[in-house]
């Protein structure tokens, strides 16, 4: 039997989070959404993500320090990022190379279905 | 601890307008909102079997974010006029401008499935404001504190007397996590005199912050936050109305 693809998506605009719930969910993506970086450290302790759907600007610790974190455990480095933010002119792509993400989506341009293509393109 | 007032000379906004980064944080408090309406509503037109209440649910959101962004593009527009001092200061009832304020916002608390309530006497001294102005700053604050409020802990607007009755302090409590030291001090140093850097709080870039400091100056007043173990307190002081005490 196929696993079911778990991904989690931190996103403190709990309406936005909702949202790439529901578009994931359509695809047959499981998915859990928290609003912070402490939480979503908390989320993985518990429960490995197959990848990881990220806002770069959340409230507290931002997204480099839940990066930081996840490449600081060797079990939980591979997991694939996906960052979504409203700042993508801001990236510079060698700045986040290191820490694992593999697509930056531009909230302000995105398609419902550029997440999931970003998704299936990085599940194992 | 009660950190204390913050500096009343702040900049002016046609100062700031010709910032590059006072326009990049405007963009992107604005940008927000907005993306989050397209996503939604590229959604709403290609779903199928979309059921009716999740529908619902959605237009609902398109409508009370754009109400928020709206909110946000009036603000500013009213900031850029200030200096035509168009605008009159009068003896208001603090707790009706708590009360309207808490009306405005309540659908889109309940949409977060927050609460807002009031806590002040129900006659307390009057203050000398503009109503506009006066109730732009609270929604401001109300907006800032629905996003770090707690989903158990209601947001209080509260008014307090101060300094023996000379001044009126309205103020937005919001029970949550701590802010971390560092964005507050970030917060405190640049409080309502200029945008915050955007990574400070996220979800409001510091530009609401600025608008109502911008209002306040125009009043006479003040504003400032207060950091509590358990969330925050943004507050604008006001002069109290001499009305009550000549009767």
Partial sequence: MTKTPYVLIVEDDEWLAEQHARTLGEAGIRTESVPHALAAIDSVDTNTPDALVLDLLLAGPNAFTLLHELRSHADLAAIPVILCTANAEGIVDEDIQAYGVKQVLDKATMLPHDLVAAVKKVLP | ?247
Avoid at chain 2, 136 to 144: A, E, K
Wanted: charged share 25%; hydrophobic share 40%; glycine share 8%.
């Fill in chain 2, 1 to 247: 601890m009660d950190r204390g007032r913050f500096g009343s000379q702040q900049d002016g906004f046609p100062a700031m307008a010709g910032d590059l980064s006072f326009l990049v944080t405007a963009a992107h408090e604005l940008k927000a909102p907005l993306a989050l309406i397209r996503q939604l509503a590229l959604s709403l037109e290609t779903a199928e079997n979309l059921p009716a209440g999740e529908r619902e649910r959605m237009l609902r959101q398109v409508t009370l974010t754009s109400e928020r962004a709206l909110r946000l593009t009036t603000d500013l527009a009213r900031s850029s006029r200030l200096e035509d001092g168009l605008f009159e200061l009068e003896p208001l009832n603090p707790r009706q401008i708590c009360e309207d304020v808490a009306h405005e916002l309540s659908p889109l608390y309940k949409a977060k499935n927050r609460e807002i309530r009031i806590s002040a006497r129900y006659r307390p001294l009057l203050v000398v404001a503009n109503r506009d102005l006066l109730r732009r700053i609270i929604l401001n604050f109300g907006d800032n504190a629905l996003h770090y409020a707690s989903d158990a802990s209601p947001v209080e607007l509260r008014v307090q007397t101060l300094d023996g009755g000379s001044r009126i302090r309205m103020g937005v409590r919001d029970f949550g996590p701590a802010i971390t030291a560092d964005v507050w001090q970030r917060l405190e140093s640049h409080l309502g005199k200029a945008t915050q850097p955007l990574h400070a709080r996220p979800q409001s870039s510091g530009l609401g912050l600025y608008v109502a400091g911008q209002f306040a100056t125009a009043m006479q007043g003040t504003i400032g936050a207060t950091r509590h173990r358990d969330g925050a307190t943004f507050y604008v002081d006001l002069t109290a109305s001499t009305q009550m005490r000549l009767l």
